[in-house]
C-alpha cells in the first residue's frame, strides 16, 4: 500500500529559501498516540511536551535506521500544528543538494524539527549554517527538536562549538523494542484496522523479516489490503502466501 501523506502547515511568517521544495510533507501516520514506545516512554513524552511549548527547548534523540525517529519528529509537527504552533520538519538526509541557506528564518517558527543531523557531519558549511542556527534559536523562544544515528560527540562533526550545542538540553537514546514489544506493536496495527493478529502469524514475521517496525507496518499493510481483498483472516497460510507472491 502507498503511504498516504499530508501536508506540513504553512507556518506564518516564515520566509523560505527560494531553493527549498514546498512539497516535504508528514506521512498520515505519525501520530503520538500510534507510537509504540515500549522502553522509551519518557522519550515519547519529552518529545510531545517539547511540541507543544511546555518542555525543553533543545531535543535531541538518538536512534538507529528503523526505530521511530522520523516518526516521532513528523508527530512533533502534526501536535505543534493541532495547537496552532508554526512548524517545519527538515530530513537532512535528502537536502543536501540544497544549500544550509536552508536554516534561514528558521528562528522565526515556535518548532523546527531536523531529522538525519548527523547527515551533515563533515560538511563544514552545513555545520556551520545549524551552529548558526541554534545561536538565533537560542534568542527567541522557539523549540528546536533534533534526531540523529549517533550523539553529537560520535557522529564525526568538524566543529566543536556545534557539538557543544548538540549537547544544549536533553538527550534521548532510543531503546530497541524487545520482541513481545514488536509483537504488541503489531497487534495494535492491526486492531487500529479492524483485524485480528494471533500469535503464531506475528511469530512467522518475525521470524522471515527484519524486525523494525517501519519494514513490519510496510509489510502489515500489504497484508491488510489483501485481507480486505479477499475477506481472509490473517493465518500464516494466507500471510506466507501473499508475501510470496501466491495469494
Known amino acids: 500500500m502507498t503511504p498516504r501523506y ?15 521544495p514546498l512539497g516535504l510533507s508528514l506521512r498520515e501516520s505519525a501520530r503520538f498516540n500510534s507510537f509504540y514506545s515500549g522502553q522509551n ?12 511549548g511546555q518542555g ?3 531535543v535531541y534523540v538518538v536512534a538507529a535506521t528503523g526505530m521511530g525517529k522520523t516518526h516521532l519528529l513528523q508527530a512533533a509537527c502534526v501536535d505543534a500544528a493541532a495547537c496552532g504552533r508554526s512548524c517545519s520538519y527538515l530530513p537532512l538526509c535528502d537536502l543536501l543538494d540544497f544549500t544550509p541557506a536552508v536554516f534561514d528564518d528558521l528562528e522565526q517558527l515556535d518548532l523546527i524539527c531536523i531529522d538525519d ?19 538565533r534559536v537560542r534568542q527567541g523562544s522557539g523549540t528546536l527538536l533534533m534526531a540523529g544515528a549517533a550523539r553529537p560527540d560520535q557522529a564525526g562533526f568538524l566543529l566543536p562549538d556545534l557539538v557543544s550545542r548538540l549537547g544544549w538540553g536533553v538527550t534521548y537514546v532510543m531503546k530497541p523494542l524487545a520482541e513481545q514489544d514488536v509483537i504488541a506493536a503489531l497487534d495494535c496495527r492491526a486492531r487500529a484496522r479492524g483485524l485480528e493478529l494471533p500469535e503464531e502469524t506475528a511469530q512467522y ?6 524486525r523494525d517496525l517501519p519494514t513490519l507496518f510496510t509489510l502489515f499493510d ?6 480486505l481483498v479477499e475477506q481472509r483472516r490473517l493465518t500464516v497460510p494466507f500471510v506466507r502466501g ?4 501466491n495469494a
Not at 6 to 20: C, D, N, S
Open 6 to 20: 499530508i501536508a506540513v502547515p504553512e507556518p506564518q511568517p516564515m520566509t523560505r529559501h527560494p531553493q527549498l
Open 222 to 227: 500489504k497484508l491488510d489490503t489483501a485481507s
Open 56 to 58: 525543553e527547548a533543545f
Open 41 to 52: 516512554l519518557e522519550a515519547v513524552q519529552g518529545l510531545q511536551q517539547a511540541a507543544r
Open 205 to 210: 514475521l518475525l521470524k522471515r523479516y527484519p
Open 117 to 135: 543531523v548527523t547527515a551533515i557531519a563533515g560538511h563544514d558549511d552545513w555545520e556551520r549554517g545549524l551552529f548558526d542556527l541554534f545561536n
Open 242 to 245: 501473499v508475501l510470496d507472491g
